[in-house]
């Protein structure tokens, strides 16, 4: 549908930030009208004077949000769910020790009954926690026997249903920690490279690893079968000199991976990886340096990503058009998240500059359409 003028009303109808300690994020009814017959709402999840620190960010199969933020203001852990409508959303602390770090990783299985959460706190030790099928979240430390200090932590599900934990240790090493009756055993794993970033997901035979160098930038593809060795083409890096990058995994063993160079920091690239065979494509150059980025999938097929720039903007890019988001949302700082919730549905979560406030917000891309 073509929407050839934009009516934004600010329409403040309710006390959209809750109580810290409450239980429940009312629908707001705080929305940005972006046309005449649809709206794109947005929730407050938490007030806090500096940016979260948030997951990956999930939509189960009837598009209901989940993600984990670690709020700053009241040093908590936060997992925050969403109702049977969209909008109901509750949240649920995980760790109330305020003793927080400042690496967070978040999973779910299939139909996001079970919720997999690791981080570090203060002292740079791994925490794992699940919720066990619904029932109370309990936390206890990985074993430090290989782990001196973490830079990088990303927690995965296995096809059967089993967490796997890879970590990169102050030292550039990386790390696999899995769950075997009830305890995680922590082994290195060689890459002969020392590691700065890396990107985990699971295949039906195993997973796959995106790695990035320390001393290069450059970004390297890894993965291991069940019952095999972790094997990775460390001569041929997919991305060289990589400043930013996120991975979007399409289907069983296709990727998808926006990024940004360092020689290049405005252009947005993205490549499409299969096994062994890959295309890169420039997506966008921006009018500012990229500073965040995050993808997923454009309905029927394709990729949107959405990225912030220096200057505190916030755009989302589509096959069809780029969107400042900014004329709606305003200034975001830090982590931003994006995942498709049906069709043309988007759900964004982003922390608000100018209300000093982690939000969602849900987006009608056909609104959008010129």
């Not at 309990?138 to 296995?158: Q, R």
């Amino acid at each position: 549908m073509r929407i050839t003028r934009f009516f934004i009303i600010f329409c403040i109808c309710l006390n959209t930030s809750f109580a810290q300690n409450g239980n429940e994020v009312k629908n707001s009814e705080e929305y940005i009208r972006i046309s005449d017959f649809e709206s794109a709402y947005t929730w407050t999840i938490a007030s806090m004077s500096t940016p979260p620190i948030l997951s990956d960010i999930f939509v189960d199969d009837f598009n209901r949000l989940y993600f984990t933020f670690f709020d700053t203001s009241l040093l908590e852990l936060i997992l925050v769910s969403d109702g049977l409508k969209y909008g109901n959303f509750s949240k649920r602390p995980i760790d109330t020790d305020k003793n927080y770090g400042y690496l967070l990783s978040m999973a779910t299985d299939k139909d996001s009954s079970n919720v997999y959460i690791a981080y570090t706190d203060a002292q740079n030790n791994i925490w794992y926690t699940d919720n066990n099928n619904n029932s109370q979240f309990t936390s206890y430390k990985l074993d430090s026997l290989y782990i001196s200090g973490t830079k990088k932590l990303d927690v995965v599900v296995s096809s059967s249903g089993s967490p796997i934990i890879f970590s990169i240790d102050i030292r550039g090493n990386m790390m696999v920690s899995r769950l075997y009756q009830n305890n995680f055993f922590t082994e290195l794993m060689y890459t002969n490279k020392r590691l700065k970033n890396m990107i985990s997901a699971t295949t039906p035979d195993g997973y796959s690893l995106f790695l990035q160098e320390e001393a290069s930038g450059n970004v390297f593809y890894g993965s291991r079968l069940t019952n095999t060795k972790f094997v990775y083409n460390d001569s041929e890096p997919i991305i060289t000199n990589a400043l930013l990058y996120d991975v979007y995994q399409s289907y069983e063993n296709t990727f998808s991976v926006p990024y940004t160079s360092v020689e290049n920091p405005n252009d947005i690239n993205i490549i499409y990886f299969e096994i062994n065979s890959y295309k890169r494509e420039l997506l966008k150059t921006s009018d500012s340096k990229v500073s965040e980025i995050s993808v997923t999938k454009e309905y029927p097929d394709g990729n949107v990503v959405l990225y912030s720039t220096e200057d505190n903007n916030l755009y989302l890019h589509t096959s069809k058009q780029t969107i400042d988001l900014s004329k709606f949302l305003g200034k975001v700082k830090g982590d931003i998240r994006i995942q498709e919730a049906g069709h043309s549905y988007y759900y964004i979560v982003y922390y608000s500059m100018d209300f000093n406030e982690l939000r969602v917000a849900r987006l009608n891309l056909n609104d959008f359409l010129e």
